[in-house]
Every structure is written in C-alpha cells, then in structure tokens.
Nanobody, 126 residues
C-alpha cells in the first residue's frame, strides 16, 4: 500500500504559477506510475497528467499541455505538478494518484489508479 499527501495548493492570480507536491509513504514508490487529476465544483474528476515509474514518459491533458509539467523524484518519494500560466478555469481540487499495475487500457480514467491522496485546493482569481 501507499499513502499519498498533496501540498502546495493555494490562491493565485491569473497568469501566476504554483507547484504541487505529492509525498508518498513506503519504499516502493518507484514501482508506481503516478497521476494527477482535478475536480472543479459540480464537475467530474478529470485527468491532468501522468508520469511513468522511472519518469521517462509523461502524458498531459490537452487542456494543460504547454502550461503544466509533471515530474517525479523517486529518491524523495515525491511527484510534482508545476502549473504555469494559470487561469480561473484551472480552479479545482487537485489529487494525486498511484497506479500499481500499469495495465489499464486508458490511463486517463480514475479506475486505472489504486490509491488517492486527499486533495489540495487550487484557486485562481481573475
């Protein structure tokens, strides 16, 4: 099992930046592919980004491509989401998630991930 704790959320003006962190417990962090999702009020939780176990491969949702960057540091058991050029449409609770199997056909679906953090609020003011 792995426990995930997100941090780094907050209030930022449009055009600003934030870096989210997700710290994982346990000694097997490098065996999990990691994802970031977000959920705005009244909306479904949506895929934001994913990074492979080694960090060599990343995928980003079209809505954040070119503005957000996922990365990881396996020595620190942490995955990051660098968010630049933020807009009010990015306001949401952001969740990190761990995929222990990497067998899902669609890695953008919530069901592909086994473990979830509690989320961190990101609010972008106009």
């Amino acid at each position: 099992q792995v426990q995930l704790v997100e941090s780094g959320g907050g209030l930022v003006q449009a055009g600003g930046s934030l870096r989210l962190s997700c710290a994982a417990s346990g000694r097997t962090f490098s065996s999990y592919a990691m994802g970031w999702f977000r959920q705005a009020p009244g909306k479904e939780r949506e895929f934001v980004a994913r990074i492979s176990r080694s960090g060599a491969f990343t995928t980003h949702a079209d809505s954040v491509k070119g503005r957000f960057t996922v990365s990881r540091d396996n020595a620190k058991n942490t995955v990051y989401l660098q968010m630049d050029s933020l807009s009010p449409e990015d306001t949401a609770v952001y969740y990190c998630a761990a995929d222990s199997r990497s067998t899902a056909l669609n890695i953008k679906l919530r069901g592909a991930y086994d473990y979830w953090g509690q989320g961190t609020q990101v609010t972008v003011s106009s």
